[in-house]
Structures are given as structure tokens and as C-alpha cells.
């Protein structure tokens, strides 16, 4: 039986506003050893800790985020007001530079840091991806840049980045091309677009990741087939459901 790991989702999303601190310390307290956060930029190119371009679903404001001055951003709350009404209207959203600083404190915790295509395509590639590595740099031993841009990785392995991850869009023979090519540390993938078992699933130098899972029995199930990081929004529940518990407690 395989072991698989846990990645926080945004944090422990199932009960605190995505991309938050409160919610990555929410999840780190729960257990969690790897978090998977988004990162956009603003129109002052402060990278922040946001998955959507568009600010409406997580600050109830209209606006692109890439429109926003980091100081205009902080007028406003990450409070997610449609599932979590006024529970979080004075949570903050978070700089990148504020996570590496609150990170100091968990120095066993890694981080995905995945840069969003939107800012890339906005600002350019390579002005996002230095930006975002430099912020980084004082822990980038364990904060790991991923993107579905591979452009973007080959110039963080280019600039002496240690470990990158790809996600990818669909499961074909031109993305494991690509994959090939990039030989990227960790592969990410929508479990839906995995093909049926039994097929296996291609082979490399790298790490198989999975999201978005909150069925403990699939996730067993995908770390049988070589999946060995499971990413879910339930960090908590997962971790403490009787068969993960299980499987971790025993499994080599």
C-alpha cells in the first residue's frame, strides 16, 4: 500500500476564505505539511495571494485584480461573503512577501506557489516569474513554483530554481511531450482528466499530484496507482478520517 500526502488547498479551505493566512494556519495546525496557494499581480506588480483575475467571488467588489494597486487591494477583504456572509470581512489579502515572512515560523511546511497564467500573460513572463522568485528566494528551498505555463518553469529552472511543477491541462501525448522536455519535479493534474484504471500513469523523474479530492477512498485509490500528493480543500477531515489514519500509520 502506497502513502500518500496531503496538500492544503488554498489552505483549509473547506471552512476559512481561500488564500489567507488564517486559513493556511488553519490548515498547518490540522496537520498539513504541504500548502498549494495562487498568486496574481497587481498593477503595481506586488504579488499577492489570489486565485481569481477577476475580484468579484472572494471581495464582493467588481475590478481585475491586475487593474488594483496593492494599496487599493488592501481597502478590501478576502472575506468569500457567499459562503462565509460576514464571518471573515476584516480578513486581509495576503501579500507573497507576508507569507515567506509568516512562513519563518513553520520551517517544516512547503508551499506550491502557483503563478496564474493571467498575470503572465499580462505582464510578460519573464518580469512574473523574476518578480515572484525574488520574493521567494529566502525560502525557496521550500517554496516550489508551479504554473501551467512551461515557459515560465524553464525560466525559474533556468535561473537556478531547485524544484518546479507543471500542471497540466489535459492528459495527451502532447503534454507528456512537453513533460518529457521540462522533466519538471512535481506533475500536477485534475484527477478527472486521469485515464481509467488500470492504465498506468506515465512514468518520470517526477512526483504525481492530484487535485481536487475530498473522497478518502479515492484518494487511497490514486495513491495506489503512483499518485503521491493528494490535493484537497478538506485538509482536516482527510487527514483525520479513519481510513487515511489508517494507511499512514502503516503503510512504508
Known amino acids: 500500500m502506497s502513502k500518500p500526502a496531503f496538500i492544503a488547498h ?15 494556519e488553519a490548515a498547518l495546525n490540522n496537520g498539513a505539511s504541504f500548502i498549494e496557494i495562487d498568486i496574481q499581480i497587481t498593477a503595481d506588480l506586488i504579488p499577492v495571494l489570489f486565485h481569481d483575475v477577476d475580484l468579484y467571488r472572494v471581495t464582493g467588489q467588481a475590478g481585475n485584480i491586475n487593474d488594483v494597486k496593492f494599496a487599493q487591494l488592501n481597502e478590501l477583504s478576502a472575506c468569500e461573503a457567499a459562503r462565509f456572509e460576514d464571518r471573515y470581512k476584516d480578513v486581509p489579502i495576503p501579500s507573497l512577501a507576508a507569507l515567506v515572512e509568516f512562513l519563518h ?84 493534474c485534475n484527477y478527472i482528466k486521469l485515464p481509467p484504471p488500470p492504465t498506468p ?49 502503516h503503510a512504508d
Open 105 to 188: 515560523h513553520w520551517p517544516d511546511t512547503r508551499v506550491f506557489v502557483e503563478i496564474k497564467t493571467e498575470s503572465l500573460d499580462r505582464f510578460g513572463i519573464e518580469k512574473i516569474t523574476r518578480i515572484v522568485l525574488d520574493t521567494i528566494s529566502p525560502l525557496k528551498e521550500r517554496c516550489i513554483p508551479i504554473s501551467y505555463n512551461d515557459v515560465a518553469l524553464r525560466y525559474a529552472r533556468k535561473s537556478g530554481t531547485d524544484h518546479i511543477g507543471w500542471i497540466i491541462k489535459s492528459y495527451d501525448e502532447k503534454s507528456y511531450g512537453i513533460a518529457e522536455s521540462l522533466l519538471p519535479d512535481y506533475l500536477f
Open 10 to 24: 488554498r489552505g483549509y479551505t473547506r471552512h476559512y476564505p481561500e488564500n489567507t493566512l488564517i486559513g493556511i
Open 201 to 249: 500513469l506515465w512514468a518520470g523523474s517526477w512526483h504525481w499530484a492530484t487535485y481536487e479530492i475530498t473522497d478518502p477512498t479515492l484518494a487511497l485509490a490514486l495513491a495506489d496507482r503512483g499518485v503521491e500528493l493528494i490535493e484537497t480543500m478538506e485538509i482536516g477531515e482527510m487527514l483525520q478520517h479513519p481510513l487515511i489514519r489508517d494507511r499512514l500509520s
